[in-house]
């Protein structure tokens, strides 16, 4: 391999997301409280910090920056945020070490991401997915779903163009409730060999 390709192999974009039943991320206001019905004593992550040690940063829409940034809580990424928008002129001045206001096409992005050495991205926000997706960037999906339906909202997935095969590499249930599935992109001809 030469050292381009050798750099195209480490590339690898990660969805984590949480779900409704009926595939919406938040509902019908942006509400996410719904996350929380599982009561959760113990403090499971499900994956969360595996995650942060397998990227090298975040790249997250505008929508989603816009709730953790105004949320009465600690940060909560020890990587670097990058934040998809094209009408955001700055982040807040307290969060100017930790997010960094990005626009462009997906491709486009990674390529400029990849000149500064980050390869390895956690991919959030729905709008920032399905542009992801659109263009086949998305290697893996780490979907956790809630049991509840939503009726509306904001939803995980959208129109493509085209269809995008994965393999489904794990299941576990956390908490008795939530159903955590990841799926890794590979391009597969039917019909599926188990
Ligand atoms: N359930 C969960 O696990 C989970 C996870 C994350 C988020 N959420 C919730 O989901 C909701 C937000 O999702 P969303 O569907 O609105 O999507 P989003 O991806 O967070 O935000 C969409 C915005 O990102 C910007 N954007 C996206 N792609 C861009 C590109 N290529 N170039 C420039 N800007 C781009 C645009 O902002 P501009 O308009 O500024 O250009 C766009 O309006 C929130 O309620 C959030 O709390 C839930």
Known sequence: MNSYQNKMAKRKNIVFIAQSLDGYIAGPSGEIDWLDMVANPGGEDMGYLALMQDIDAIIMGRNTFDFVANYD??????????????????VPQHLTDKAEIIKGKPKAILDNLGKQGLYTFYIDGGVTIQS??????????????????LGGGYALFGDMEKRLTFEHESTAVYLGQLVQSRYVRRDIDFPLQT
């Open 73 to 90: 809580g600690p940060w909560p990424y020890p990587k670097k945020v990058f934040v998809l928008s094209n009408t955001l002129q700055s």
């Open 132 to 149: 992801f997706l659109r263009e086949d960037l998305i290697d893996e999906l780490r979907i956790t779903t809630l049991p509840i339906l």
